[in-house]
C-alpha cells in the first residue's frame, strides 16, 4: 500500500475521531481555557513518546528552529481557534457550533483571495453568498442573546482556522507530519498555558469526571484524529481532505442526538444543508495541489 492509498484509508478514523471534540468538551465540563490548554497538553505529552524512535529524533534534528519558530507562531492563531470553539458550546448548541466552524473553506476561498492573491472564480463567489446565507439561517435559529454569542464564536472559530491552514499549507509541504504535530501541539499548549495563567483560569483543579473528558479530549480527536488528517494532507489534494471535514458536524450533530438528546431545529439543518452544499462547490474547484510528500 502506497502513502497515497494509505492516506486514503486514513480519512474515515480520521473524521470519526474528530467528530468527537464537542461531545468530550461537554463531557468534561472544563472551563473553555482549561479544555483548550489540556487538549494540547495531553496530546503533545502523548507525541513526546515518538521520540525513543532514532527515526523521528533525526527528523527533529533535522528542522531548523527558524521554521519551528515560524510554525510556533502559527500555532498562536488555532489555539486562539480552540479558544472560540471550545466557548461556543457553552452558549449554543453542538450542531449550531460545529456546523458553523466548519466553513472553514468559505473563509479560506475569501481570505485566500486576499492574502495570497489566489483567484476566487464567480462560481466560488457565488458558492460563499450562499454558505453565508446558510450560516444566517443557522444563526439567526436560536436568536436568544447567548445562542446568538456562541455562533458568533463558532464562526471566529472558523475564520481562525482558515488563516492556520493557508499558513499550515506551506510549512507542512516542507516538513515530516511528526514532528511539524509535535511543535503544533507543545507550543500550543505552552501559550494556552501561560495564557491561562495571566487571566488566572482554573487549570487543575477539576473532577475526576472532568480529567477523563480532557484526557479523551486530547487523545482521540486531537492526536489521533488530527494527526491522521495532517498525515493525509502531504498525501491527498487539499480539496479531498476539506471536503471529508464536513463529516465532522454530521457526526458530531448524531452523537450529541444520542448522547445528550440535544436535537438540532428545523431552521438549523436546512441553514447546515445549505453550507455544506455550498463548501461541496467551493472545495471540488478549488483543486490544490497535494503537499510534497513526508511520512
Known sequence: MNFTERARVALLPAVLSVSTASIFVRFAAAPPMGAAFWRSAVAGLALLVVFLFPKFRREMRAVAWARIGTIALATIIISLHQICFITSLSYT????????????????ALLGGWLIRERVSARSLMAVLGALAGMGLITLARPTGSALFGNLLALAAAILASLYSLAARRLRQSTPVVPFMVVVNVSSAIFLGVLGLIVGANLSDYSAHTWLGLILLGLIPTLIGHSLLTFAIGHLKAFVVNASILGEPVGATLLAIFFFREYPTAQTLAGAAVVLACILLIVFERELPAAAEQT
Open 93 to 108: 448548541s453542538i450542531a449550531a457550533s460545529t456546523f458553523l466552524t466548519s466553513t472553514q473553506p468559505v473563509w479560506t
